[in-house]
């Protein structure tokens, strides 16, 4: 069964690596593409996806300036109980990225960053996002992940998290399992 997810990538180059990177997959991968978060939602509300792959800075609408959406991206996938990766690159964002890395962590996702000593602007780990995305859903396929309310620090957040083998659900970041990203990765041969 093809994993049905959408991408948003406002930045031309990077939406080619992207599609160059999905396109080698399309006997593994449905996908539907969007520029910004308008069209994001418009697609979220025609059809329904497995889960998310998304930039975290780009405008709302087109021709608009560059916001945090990703934001609004974690909300909705909180919210309608799928998972969701965001990539991005901080080398070339600088703080901008923050509010959408806070939020992420407080749904028990990090960004998926290349904010790495000597790591170039131009590019982003979409392989590792995309790796992360499919096997985040393989585990809701199977009926492992959990969405809910977590009280931390006196305040109540959307938390994705795994339903361990103990029934627990543990809130931790991914890969959950070791080598776990690495399997995923052969089979979409990254």
């Known amino acids: 069964m093809k994993y049905k997810i959408a991408v948003i990538e406002d930045n031309p180059k990077h939406l080619e690596d992207v599609r160059s990177l999905i396109d080698q997959r399309k006997d593994l991968l449905d996908v539907a593409y969007a520029t910004n978060l308008n069209e994001a939602l418009n697609l ?32 909705y996938a909180m919210e309608n109980r799928f998972p969701f990766t965001i990539v991005t690159s901080t080398y070339h964002h600088a703080g901008k990225t923050e509010p959408v ?40 396929r199977e009926g492992k992940l959990k969405y809910g309310i977590v009280k931390s620090g006196g305040s109540d957040s959307k938390h994705i998290g795994m339903i361990g083998e103990d029934g627990g659900i543990k809130f931790s970041l991914p890969p959950y399992e070791e080598n776990a990203l690495d399997e995923v990765k052969k089979k979409l041969r990254l």
């Open 101 to 140: 890395n806070q939020r992420s962590r407080n749904s028990g996702m990090e960004l998926i960053d290349n904010n790495l000593p000597g790591a170039e602007a131009s590019t982003k780990r979409w392989a590792d996002g995309l790796a992360t995305l499919v096997y985040l859903i393989d585990l809701d």
């Open 44 to 75: 979220f509300k025609s059809q329904r996806y497995e889960g998310v792959l998304s930039d975290a800075l780009f405008p709302k609408e087109v021709g608009g300036v560059e916001l945090p959406s990703g934001i609004d991206v974690i909300d």
